[in-house]
Each structure stands twice: as structure tokens, then as C-alpha cells.
């Protein structure tokens, strides 16, 4: 499958891990929104939030623990936020499931 996440996943494409488990893969955002803008995915190929079902939503749970470690270990203390586009009107480029994760700076809401 031609998929830019599953290749940055799978070691083909490079890009600046900052974290990595048996079922999940974070590495920094290409273009950051904040200065400190991680992308988070589920390393098996999922294509949106539309797509999470009873038999695969354990990821989400997964993604969710590597967040809180990557909080930790980025000293994110003063809060960050987490951000899943999908589909088309959400804003969604890349076809593979992933959340933003954006901190040290203040961030207005609601969002544009
Ligand atoms: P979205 O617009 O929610 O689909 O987010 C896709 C994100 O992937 C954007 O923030 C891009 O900057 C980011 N991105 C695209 N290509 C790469 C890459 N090769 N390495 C890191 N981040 C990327
Ligand atoms: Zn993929």
C-alpha cells in the first residue's frame, strides 16, 4: 500500500522518532504548528477515526499511553493538545490515522 505513515513506520522513509512501541510509532511533525508538534500513529495501517471499530479500538487506548509518556518525557507539564483531523472538511492529508500533538506555547480556541 502506498501509504507515507506506513512507510515512516516501517523505517522506509526517515523521520525523528520520539517514540516508539510494538504497536504505536511517534516522531516529529515536517511542519510544526507549535514547538513542540509530534505525530502519533497506530504503526498498522488504519485510515481515519471513521474506520475504529469493538475489534480494533484497543489502538486508540494504546496511542492514548504513549502520550502520556511522551508528555512526561517531553516536560509538556504546562499542557499540550491533541488533535485528529478527518476526512476532507476535518483537514485530514494523510490517509493513515494519527494525532497531533502540539505544545510549549499557549494555544487560542476554539480552533479556525
Ligand atoms: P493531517 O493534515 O492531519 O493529515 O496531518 C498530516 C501531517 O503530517 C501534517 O502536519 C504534515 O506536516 C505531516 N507530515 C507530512 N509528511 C511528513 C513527513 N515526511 N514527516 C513528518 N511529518 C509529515
Ligand atoms: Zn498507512
Known sequence: MDCLFCK???????????FEN???YAFLDIAPQAPFHAVIIPKKHIKCADEITPENSGIIAKI????????????????????NNCGEDGGQTVGHLHFHMLGRRALAWPPG
Open 22 to 24: 510494538d504497536d504505536v
Open 8 to 18: 515512516i513506520a516501517a523505517g522506509e522513509i526517515p523521520s525523528t522518532k520520539v
Open 64 to 83: 492514548f499511553e504513549a502520550i502520556a509518556i511522551i508528555s512526561k518525557e517531553q516536560g509538556l507539564e504546562n499542557g499540550y493538545r491533541i488533535v
